[in-house]
């Protein structure tokens, strides 16, 4: 099939289920294809593993290559393999993932309690983990399969993309024939769990922060079918950039870079509204635009004067494809065995937007915090603003208000001690505050078109998360429906 045919297909399927079924539509494919990607990863590593000889050999390959190596201490943020760039950069964008991003709140929110969402992250995070640890294990066992004989420099793949597609074809077609097409399903899987997620998600904020403002005079059960609209209209503009992603040459780091380049600064936002008392809209609209600003100019500044390869990857050889009847129609050479082991990355300082792709995410989220600090402190905090203490950490900006002029500070009486389990928002507890909301999405979905008694409904239930909102205004109707 061509790429062409699979954006086509894999973005028409995800269009349609996501806007027929919302929310709880995507939740349930979502927990199928992940089935389907464990599947077929633990079918690759056990395969890859057996085929090489075990998995004792295959570390040694990958050592006896110079591919396994923990403790790269250098502070190089050219370099991709750093233990300090991998750790900020990823910290950085899994502590965007889990907080701030939509596709993740839209699901706590749908959960029954604080405590159930809790829960659900809790049970994640060793899926993630899994994941993670298995991807990494099928890159070693490609390096195992190839070490002496790489794909790419004898021209059998055209780019590192085509890698993996290559390798389960290798150790699968001949014995087990159908295990290819279930890694196929894998990779589909894999992008219609994370394409439905993200459009339903795009939907649900473009209806309630701008569309409902036009669209007003709206009843809340049209509003479902506003969003419903706006999940196709989403779906085709995602096919529509997927014909443009296809053209990017190592589409891994394009990746990172543009998610990066938005979660960085989302997460500095965040955390200024949350951790720094003196942070104000002026310096949290300062801080996500110049971060923003920052990263997408350095990723766009990647895209169009490319970094040369030769100063990224590792030693390659061919050395041993003459005694696999291998043809090497370049006549590349490559390394020696020798060599590869101690070969390292040369240093390179050449161009800003040279940067490693990983460290993308955590320049957006430093120049968020300082950019947002700065503008902040300029235009005199919130002196003469009261705080909402429900929105912030009352600790950490109980502390750091004791390094603002007396004048500016607010919660000089609200040292930070133990407190109790039934603390209640306007009155209500917060031990379950989003029982109320399944239950006005049971009573929308049962209104049979009674517009009068829903709208009263809907004014009598408030929603224990927000202070002033009540809950019809403050959950799109994409999540509330289809819980």
Same mark, same amino acid.
């Given at each position: 099939m061509s790429i062409t045919s699979s954006i086509l297909i894999i973005g028409s399927v995800v269009t349609v289920y996501t806007s027929l079924g919302g929310l709880k539509g995507v939740i349930w494919t979502d927990f199928f294809q992940f089935?389907?990607? !464990?599947?077929?990863? !633990? *079918?690759?590593?056990?395969?890859? *593993?057996?085929?090489?000889g075990g998995m004792a050999n295959v570390f040694e390959r990958a050592h006896a290559?110079?591919?396994?190596?923990?403790?790269? !201490?250098?502070?190089? &943020?050219?370099? +991709?393999?750093?233990?300090?760039?991998?750790? @900020? #950069?990823? +910290? /950085?964008?899994?502590a965007g993932t889990f907080s701030t991003n939509q596709m993740q709140i839209q699901r706590i929110i749908c959960m029954p309690s604080l405590g159930a969402a809790k829960k659900a992250l809790y049970?994640?995070?060793? #899926?993630? /983990? $899994?994941?993670?640890? $298995?991807? $990494?294990?099928t890159g070693v066992m490609m390096f195992?399969? %190839?070490?002496?004989?790489c794909p790419l420099l004898t021209g059998r793949v055209k780019r590192p993309d085509q890698l993996l597609p290559y390798f389960v074809l290798d150790i699968f077609e001949d014995d087990y024939p159908g295990i290819p097409g279930a890694f196929v399903g894998l990779v589909f899987g894999s992008s219609l769990s994370t394409l439905s997620s #993200?459009?339903?998600? !795009?939907?649900?904020?473009v209806w309630d922060d701008y569309a409902r403002k036009l669209f007003h005079f709206l009843p809340?059960?049209?509003? &479902? %079918?506003? +969003?419903? @609209?706006?999940?196709? $209209?989403?779906?085709?503009?995602? &096919?529509?950039?997927?014909? /443009?992603?296809?053209?990017?040459?190592?589409?891994v780091e394009a990746a990172v870079m543009l998610y990066g380049g938005s979660a960085g600064p989302l997460l500095g936002l965040f955390s200024l509204g949350l951790f720094i008392p003196w942070a104000n809209a002026i310096g949290g609209a300062a801080a996500l635009i110049l971060g923003q600003v920052v990263c997408f100019w350095i990723t766009i500044g990647s895209v169009a004067d490319k970094r040369d390869p030769a100063t990224m990857g590792l030693a390659l050889t061919t050395v041993g494809c003459e005694a696999l009847n291998i043809s090497n129609p370049y006549n590349i050479p490559g390394a020696p065995l020798a060599f590869m082991q101690t070969y390292k990355i040369p240093r390179y300082h050449p161009k800003v937007h040279h940067i490693s792709p990983f460290f993308v995410p955590f320049i957006g989220f430093f120049v968020a915090l300082i950019v947002g600090n700065i503008v902040s402190l300029a235009t005199k905090g919130n002196k003469g603003r009261r705080l909402d203490k429900n929105l912030i950490n009352i600790t950490a900006c109980y502390y750091l208000e004791k390094l603002l002029p007396e004048s500016w500070r607010q919660l000089q009486n609200d040292k930070p001690g133990r407190q109790s389990r039934d603390d209640t928002i306007n009155g209500q507890s917060v031990g379950k505050p989003m029982v109320a909301m399944r239950e006005m999405g049971r009573r929308l979905d049962g209104a049979d078109g009674d517009e009068d008694i829903a709208h009263e409904d809907d004014q009598s239930m408030a929603n224990p998360l927000r202070n002033d909102n009540f809950y019809p205004r403050s959950v799109s109707p994409m999540a509330r429906t289809h819980v």
């Open positions: 089935s389907v990607m !464990m599947f077929g990863l !633990m *079918a690759v590593v056990i395969r890859g *593993a057996n085929i090489s290559g110079g591919r396994i190596e923990f403790w790269n !201490m250098d502070f190089d &943020i050219y370099s +991709t393999n750093s233990f300090w760039i991998i750790i @900020l #950069g990823w +910290t /950085v964008i899994y049970f994640a995070t060793p #899926g993630y /983990v $899994l994941v993670i640890i $298995l991807c $990494l294990t195992a399969r %190839y070490y002496d004989c #993200g459009i339903n998600a !795009m939907a649900s904020i809340d059960r049209y509003s &479902i %079918y506003a +969003t419903k @609209l706006l999940a196709i $209209l989403i779906g085709v503009l995602s &096919i529509s950039m997927a014909f /443009v992603a296809k053209e990017s040459k190592n589409i």
